[in-house]
């Protein structure tokens, strides 16, 4: 049989001071998160000024110790379609943004966007980095395909202007990233317009949310629109295709 000593239960002062350490743990954790999250509507009701007189200075980590403090931002998607009539007429749609519905309440109210905003700014972002590594002479047969030209097309032409296998590269890069994007906004066209629509056209708009500590809770900057398609033809999409984007299109509600 051990001879130890038991050790005597811990007395009712050193237990009310664990409990005070971890609720002061779990309040500075809570407060430090809350201050980084985007604007939201729990941080609006603590109120700012409240947050700021207990993070800064103590807590408060800049982001000016590494680099000037960056701007929120995302791309929007805004897309038009070429309707035709029964008679044959056609007439050019209004443009309609397409992830405004995603991007209003979950950019500026969610510290977590939904999944859909972040695949469509990805490609978009992705689409504009590529565009911008295209040499001068790529980049003027993408501003001159005329109406009609599909991405394949454009794709050949991008690859007969390049005068290296960099160039080309960029160029079949730019034209996968093209051939997701006409994919993604003709399910959109089609599920918004329906079998009217045999054309789109598209526009890429960069918009910058200043950081909520600097502007507490300003309107959001455009910064303008980067990037402009030609009108060219849908895409192909099958039955699944087709039902899966109308279920998107009547979820936001963009019509």
């Given amino acids: ?149 599909t991405t394949a097309l454009q794709g050949e032409r991008l690859i007969a202007a390049a005068i290296n296998g960099a160039e080309r590269e960029n160029a079949r890069a730019y034209t996968r990233t093209e051939l997701a994007v006409e994919g993604f906004l003709s399910g959109i066209a089609r599920a918004v317009w329906g079998a009217e629509v045999v054309a789109v056209q598209y526009r890429q708009n960069e918009v910058f949310v200043p950081t909520y500590q600097r502007s507490h809770g300003s309107e959001q900057v455009t910064s303008g629109y980067q990037f402009v398609s030609n009108v060219r033809p849908l895409a192909h999409l099958d039955d699944a295709d087709r039902s899966a984007f109308g279920r998107y299109v009547d979820t936001w509600d963009i019509r």
């Fill in 1 to 149: 049989m051990s001879t130890a000593p038991l050790t005597p239960p811990p007395t009712r002062a050193a237990r009310a001071a664990v409990w005070f350490a971890l609720a002061l743990v779990v309040f500075h954790s809570a407060a430090i998160a809350l201050w980084v999250s985007p604007n939201n509507l729990l941080k609006d009701r603590v109120g700012y000024d409240r947050l700021r007189s207990y993070v800064v200075p103590l807590f408060d980590q800049a982001w000016s110790v590494f680099a000037p403090e960056a701007d929120n931002g995302y791309h929007l998607f805004e897309i038009r379609g070429t309707l035709r009539s029964a008679d044959g007429t056609e007439t050019q749609s209004s443009w309609i943004k397409v992830t405004a519905r995603e991007v209003g309440p979950q950019l500026r109210y969610h510290p977590f966007p939904a999944r859909t905003l972040l695949i469509t700014d990805r490609l978009a972002s992705d689409q504009l980095r590529i565009f911008t590594s295209l040499s001068e002479k790529q980049k003027e047969v993408v501003h001159v395909s005329g109406v009609g030209v």
